[in-house]
């Protein structure tokens, strides 16, 4: 025991003799030493990973050994990979500073072009202000109210036209009859877009394209009461031409003018006026170039017997291409378009296209083999032309003092036939019932202040749909607008409604006779009216019109306001969106309904009606 002992505490040449206090603080030195170097990554439990490094001889030289040894296990002792992985570091964040380069650089370069789009290509122009009125001023008198509706500045939303009378002096010394005014309105906003003086009053005023094709421009044919016949510019509101009144020096104009095929063949469609005799009842025919507005030979005249209003001249075009012009006094006659040419023109040929015939028109022609074809003649009243069902011709819907008859134009037979008494109006047109064949909404005077409405069936010729409003106005035009389901929506003015009595049927008003409201009937809901608009004024003219971009309609009035002694009567052009006045409008009840209509439901129905042109605006085949 005593010689362990020895050996233990024996003092070794290289640490010197063993004190516990001094190993302890030597231990702790140790421990941190290793401690250091395992964060350094060098030495591990005492010993180098690199190999056996020779022990220094003394603590300066330890220090010295120390700064390379540490160094070049800090740059040495990482592998290569190490350093790879950091190069993969700078070109991964390399990669990423050129992708978000590259994505801001897209960015912005797209940021520019919408708003380049946006500054420099033109929206289509929204019709924003979708219900105006415009005053303007006084109406110096006339009885004519022609309204015309034509896209003329190109901005895709149909402006307004027309004509009114400003003073009964005349412009010149020794003439009698008033100046007028043609002005064009925006059918945006209302305001001016031109205005054009007249010599005389203007009877009717119709804007279309003589010349084929969407690039031509559009031309308003403008009618007067007495002699004048122009051709104005549609976007500027210049004249191209006047008829010279000397070629009717022993007439006046009769009716408005009417568009024929080209027939001197100039790429430009031609014109046909009708004149009447001041003397005689004599009706004289002239064609007029559509280019320059000179007549197109010598004025052609037909001895017409007749009592009753003047029917026409309307022109009709037959399945096999025949042209024919319709007219009469009080009856309904044809004179082929041939015929009037040849004369016209004093020879004996015509243009391949006028020498067509219909032989089921022919055939009526009279035993003297006489020019004029003998189509209806009993007390007609009025005439129009309507699509026929699953066909581009037309049918003749003729207006007598003793009712409705339709004729089919292939061969002039009677379709149906209608009787009834007091209808002066135009029959509307539209779709009432799911047949696609149009049926007709007409007015009739059914009592002192009161006028039926009713729909006819145009496959049977029997009423649908009637009942009776207040109405003190002597005529209100109707007017009807086609949805995208080949259905209409039927428009009139009636004074204010409250819901029908259940025992008497009939509809009483309810406000003073001054007050008149614009009515929609929708043949889903027939036993319900939407009350749209109302106005003190009379209305004169209406018009609707198609807004192609919103599937959108709107109605076009012309009202005078009333005349006192002294002071002309105010006249006044408002235009109303169908679809927000669909919205807007008031609900009336004409009776009551299995299963009863909500409001709401209403509602929904009604907003999501679309409205597209009408398909039967034909003039023959």
Not at 146 to 160: F, I, M, Q, S
Not at 183 to 199: E, F, I, K, Y
Not at 252 to 274: C, S, Y
Not at 361 to 374: F, P, Q
Request: charge should be negative; glycine fraction near 8%.
């Amino acid at each position: 025991m005593a010689s362990v002992l020895q050996i233990a505490t024996k003092k070794s040449p290289d640490l010197g003799e063993y004190d516990p206090l001094t190993q302890a603080d030597s231990d702790e030195s140790e421990d941190d030493l290793v401690l250091n170097l395992q964060k350094n990554g060098g030495v591990k439990n005492g010993k180098s990973p690199l190999g056996e490094v020779p022990e220094p001889d003394s603590d300066a030289e330890v220090a010295e050994a120390a700064k390379p040894h540490l160094l070049e296990v800090t740059t040495e002792g990482y592998p290569s990979e190490t350093l790879g992985g950091l190069e993969q570091k700078a070109a991964s964040s390399m990669v990423s500073y050129v992708r978000t380069s590259v994505f801001l650089l897209t960015l912005g370069i797209s940021m520019i072009l919408v708003l380049l789009c946006a500054f420099l290509i033109p929206c289509p122009p929204r019709d924003l202000h979708s219900t105006w009125s415009r005053h303007l001023g006084s109406q110096g008198g006339g009885d004519l109210s022609p309204l015309e509706l034509a896209d003329v500045n190109g901005d895709g939303l149909r402006d307004v036209l027309l004509s009114f009378v400003m003073s009964r002096n005349g412009s010149a010394v020794g003439v009698s009859r008033p100046a007028a005014n043609l002005v064009c309105l925006s059918g945006m906003n209302g305001s001016t877009l031109w205005s054009s003086r007249l010599p005389e009053e203007a009877r009717d005023i119709t804007c279309l394209k003589l010349i084929p094709g969407n690039l031509a421009e559009t031309v308003c044919l403008v009618t007067g009461t007495y002699k004048m016949l122009s051709a104005f510019n549609a976007t500027s509101g210049k004249a191209i031409w006047t008829l010279n009144p000397n070629y009717l020096s022993n007439g006046t104009l009769a009716a408005p003018v009417v568009v024929l095929p080209d027939l001197d063949e100039d790429g430009v469609r031609d014109l046909v006026v009708l004149a009447i005799g001041e003397l005689q009842p004599d009706l004289c025919f002239l064609l007029v170039s559509g280019r320059t507005g000179s007549p197109l030979g010598r004025p052609v005249k037909y001895n017409i017997v007749g009592v009753g209003n003047l029917i026409g001249p309307q022109v009709y075009i037959t399945t096999n291409g025949a042209v024919y012009i319709l007219f009469g006094f009080g009856n309904i006659q044809a004179v082929a378009l041939r015929d009037i040419f040849v004369q016209a023109q004093n020879r004996d040929s015509s243009p391949p296209s006028l020498q067509i015939e219909e032989p089921e028109w022919e055939k009526r022609r009279s035993i003297n083999l006489s020019e004029l074809i003998d189509v209806y003649s009993d007390g007609v009243e009025l005439l129009q032309m309507v699509k026929a069902p699953d066909s581009n011709c037309s049918n003749l819907l003729i207006t007598t003092r003793q009712g409705l008859v339709l004729l089919r134009g292939q061969n002039l037979t009677p379709y149906w036939t209608l009787s009834l008494q007091g209808l002066r109006s135009q029959p509307t047109p539209g779709y009432f019932t799911d047949d696609q064949t149009l049926d007709f909404l007409l007015q009739i005077q059914d009592g002192v202040g009161m006028k039926k409405m009713m729909v006819v069936d145009g496959d049977s010729g029997s009423v649908i749909w009637s009942y009776s409003a207040p109405c003190h106005m002597k005529e209100t035009p109707t007017t009807s607008a086609v949805t995208s389901d080949r259905k209409s929506v039927f428009l009139f003015w009636a004074e204010g409604l409250s819901p029908a009595s259940p025992s008497s049927g009939i509809v009483l008003g309810t406000e003073p006779p001054s007050l008149h409201h614009l009515y929609l009937l929708h043949p889903t809901f027939p036993s319900i009216l939407l009350d749209l608009a109302n106005t003190t004024g009379t209305v004169t003219a209406s018009e609707v019109g198609i807004n192609d971009l919103w599937k959108d309609a709107f109605y076009v009035t012309r009202t005078t306001g009333p005349s006192s002694e002294g002071h002309p009567a105010a006249l006044v052009v408002s235009k109303l969106s169908l679809r927000w006045a669909l919205m807007e409008g008031q609900m009336a009840q004409l009776q009551e309904s299995t299963p009863k209509i909500g409001r709401g439901e209403l509602r929904r129905f009604l907003s999501r009606i679309k409205f597209v042109e009408a398909p039967y605006e034909v003039s023959g085949c």
